[in-house]
């Protein structure tokens, strides 16, 4: 809105040709992200108390959890509407994929405020069924891939990190892959939110890794350099990237240990999703199980519990996912968030250097 308003007065008043720049209006998304995230959070975990909009304990938890019930939850709330407006403000609305992003980022998070609704309403504290949910996750991450792979000039080869000839074109197949980046990674940044501000770290690491990739990406020259797909318009997703990464920000403020807010399924069905429809359009869907590698492992650990149980009868961890292990190993919550941050910040290094290494 900014964007449309105030670069046009760039022909009276040159100080205003700044706005054209995607970093300056990144910047300037960011700060707006983070004085909306640090200003609403509070008010939000004070309605949320009144309206005893609440966490309640799990069974499928450890019982140390008992002294997280009564936390305000759907948190996700916050960072949707710490996101959406500063991208609104100084994103280019004429972009096609800034639209596709935002309408991911508000149909999984309805989604995840159905299942966080149902959960509260409910005497068992459980959500909207997993099949139920599935299936929603599946049909709009239908509709957000054939709203790309019918986008005029969208590409449908697979870049592979590290490799800079294999590009395997996938066809009409994309369709079925870009489905499965997205509900699958919408599930895992779901499982990885269980300790206080595991999830957003890792959400954090990724965001950035996209930030920088949708600029190269989204610029012809730095992608010829770098002998990457170019990928016209995906540059104002910077803008976005740049959003969710001062929303994410103010929301880990308040969600750090101990939390005063949860994200609830609202946030991280949400998040996920969106980061995967990012990875889908800047062409590096791979790359993401490299930046996201905290969320593989968390939906691994959680895949690996449930076949071995079926088939062996046993269990290789304590209890799934993977941090509810280290958990019950005697491992306190903040070492647990704090190697897992680190891990996250590593993958993400990981990330970036196959810029480079190709």
Known sequence: MFYHILYPLHIKFTVFNVFRYITFRTVLAILSALIISFFLTPYVIRKFNEWKIK?????DVPERHIEKKG???????????????????WADLRNYYIWIVTFTLL????IGFMD???KLRSANGKGISGRT???????????????????????TELTIPFFKNITPNLGIFYIVLCIFIIVGTSNGVNLTDGLDGLAIGPVLTVCTTFLLFAYLVGNIKFAQYLQIFYVKGAGELTILCGAMLGAGIGFLWYNTYPA?????????????????????????EVLLVIAGGIFVLETSSVIIQVLSFKWRGKRVFKMAPIHHHFELKGWNEGK??????????ILGLIALSTLKLR
Do not use: C, H, N
């Not at 149909?107 to 309805?110: D, E, I, R, T, Y």
């Not at 949910?133 to 590409?155: D, N, T, V």
């Open 336 to 345: 647990i968030v704090v190697r897992f941050w680190i891990i996250s910040l």
């Open 260 to 284: 005063e807010l949860f994200m609830g399924d609202t946030g991280s069905l949400s998040l996920g999703a969106s980061l995967a429809a990012i990875a889908v359009i800047i062409k590096q």
């Open 55 to 59: 966490s309640d304990k799990r069974e």
């Open 133 to 155: 949910k599935l299936y929603l996750q599946i049909f709009f991450a239908f509709l957000i891939s054939i709203l790309l792979y019918f986008k005029y000039g969208f590409i």
């Open 116 to 118: 966080d609704i149902k």
């Open 71 to 89: 936390t305000p939850t759907m948190g996700g709330f916050v960072i949707l509407v710490s996101t959406i407006i500063p991208t609104l403000l």
């Open 107 to 110: 149909s999984f998070g309805g």
